[in-house]
């Protein structure tokens, strides 16, 4: 291929998951109840948490500001999804496809900083007790949720703009939306210091996180194992398994993705483990944080009760 005698590509094709027959048909209507009951599901927190005074915490506050999240991130990615499954392409104008790169990876790296900003919540909640309303107070929660936002769509500003600067030849992505490295594949010149930049950003911003999670979560299990019951231990710990769950299925998505050995990326498993963290783990956060959990059953029976007396 002549890499000098390029011209500038208007327009990009999608080309995600192409089933065919019965297959297309089960898969197109298992995403769109997916991505409805993710829809619902997150919607029904947010609305759930400000309707509810007695979710009135700062962890149900960064809970709704997740589910927030979810929605914009899993709405940047299903659709393109559909389309790709009913067509089995989807042309995209390239505008748009770095547009959509820019918001999806400012998202992730948005959720990343938030999910860091929760363990903090729990760690100050279990560990520091007797001063957590003075530390996180409203004006605190409010600059944290702030700062994750700013931090992430400035850290997603580098891999973006290096991404959209690059000549292409080609057109055809193997993806179901426009990401970083099958977006690279289709350049004209030689892309490995880029995908090296990538890995550095995006792997110290995951990595520094992660490791802040870990160390807040080795200072909560010191802290609970001193309780002087079982039963309190039990208490303290179920209020981190949600956030635990949450943080593995993210953070081991990502890493796999973007900074794991291209062996797992070959062959189309990239797409596989991209449908975790893009559209699996949107669905699951709204289940994960109000199965077994006894303050949002209580909250969903007030509210109720009150929309009852209401149309009473």
């Not at 393109?80 to 104008?93: D, E, K, M, V």
């Not at 990343?112 to 729990?122: E, H, P």
């Not at 002087?228 to 796999?256: D, E, M, Q, W, Y």
């Not at 077994?292 to 909250?299: G, I, L």
Request: charged content about 10%.
């Amino acid at each position: 291929m002549d890499h000098v005698n390029y011209t500038w590509t208007q327009t990009f094709i999608l080309a995600g998951f192409t089933p065919t027959g019965t297959l297309q048909h089960l898969a197109i209507f298992g995403t769109l109840c997916i991505y409805l009951l993710t829809l619902a599901g997150n919607l029904f927190i947010i609305i759930l948490v400000q309707a509810d005074s007695g979710l009135s915490t700062p962890m149900y506050f960064f809970i709704s500001v997740l589910s927030f999240l979810e929605l914009w991130y899993v709405s940047t990615t299903v659709p393109t999804l559909l389309r790709t499954l009913l067509h089995g392409h989807s042309p995209i104008p390239s505008a748009a496809c770095f547009v959509q790169l820019y918001v999806f990876h400012s998202l992730g790296m948005t959720e990343c900083y938030l999910l860091g900003v929760m363990a903090l919540d729990r760690y100050l909640a279990i560990c520091r007790p007797l001063h957590y309303h003075a530390l996180m107070s409203k004006q605190v929660q409010l600059r944290l949720v702030g700062g994750t936002w700013v931090a992430g769509f400035s850290a997603a500003l580098v891999p973006a703009s290096l991404t959209a600067t690059l000549p292409y030849c080609l057109k055809e992505v193997a993806h179901y939306f426009c990401d970083l490295a099958p977006l690279m594949q289709l350049s004209c010149v030689d892309t490995s210091w880029h995908a090296q930049v990538y890995i550095v950003v995006i792997g110290m911003i995951n990595t520094c996180n992660l490791v802040l999670i870990l160390a807040l979560y080795g200072g909560i299990v010191k802290a609970v194992l001193k309780l002087p019951s079982a039963a309190s231990r039990a208490k303290a710990f179920s209020t981190c398994s949600s956030h635990v769950t949450v943080v593995t299925l993210f953070f081991g998505s990502a890493f796999i993705v973007y900074v794991g050995p291209p062996d797992i990326r070959a062959e189309g498993r990239g797409k596989l483990i991209a449908l975790v963290y893009t559209f699996l783990t949107p669905f699951l956060n709204p289940i994960i944080y109000t199965l077994r959990n006894k303050e949002v059953k209580e909250a969903v029976k007030r509210v109720s009760q009150r929309v009852k007396a209401l149309l009473n």
